[in-house]
């Protein structure tokens, strides 16, 4: 990320998923900010203003998504690329004081999902180039235009996906065997479910 507290460097830190803020006037009004939609994301009062210069990047070398099938049930799959490497998601970043206390938290910039995995999911993270990652992370301002000429859409044929457990769907289990391949079987109700994700 760009630093904490306006300080002009890169700095490694730890960010809470999903933005605090205020909406429409009422204080911290909880809605979703995990995401940020490319579409909109230069002109949103939300996220436009972070985009000259609280820009961040998240490493990963996966993600999840839930397959909802013919039936309507649901099956989770992992993501990744086909030659194991890590990424690195787009990401805004803004503090805001929550309960008191000073929190940095941060959000995923999403697009179209690509040909491949527009069969699980119409969107999926923004996914930065190597060198478009270190652009991504100047610590100079950029204009939105700038910043948004940087999140290519990710080449489908680097990408693939197969089926994980129902376990991954409980957000009590923490463990490597979530992403260990599973038969796709029946999706057994979840709090997903439940939640209308």
Known sequence: ????????????????WGLVTNVAGEPRRRISTINARIETVATSPLYGPLLPDRRCVLFADGYYEWQVRSDGSK??????????????????????????????????VTQPANPVLAALHERMPAVLATAAAGEWLTPERLEPADAL??????????????????????VRNDSPDLIAPAEAAPVAPSLFDALGS
């Open 1 to 16: 990320m760009l630093g904490l507290r306006n300080v002009p460097v890169r700095e490694l830190s730890e960010l809470r």
């Open 75 to 108: 099956q989770p799959m992992w993501i990744e690329r086909r030659d194991g490497s890590t990424f690195a998601f787009a990401g805004l970043w803004d503090d805001a004081f929550e309960n008191g206390e000073l929190v940095a938290a941060c959000t995923i």
């Open 149 to 170: 000429r940087l999140l290519a859409p990710a080449d489908g044929r680097e990408w693939t996906y197969r089926p994980v457990s129902n376990a991954v769907g409980n």
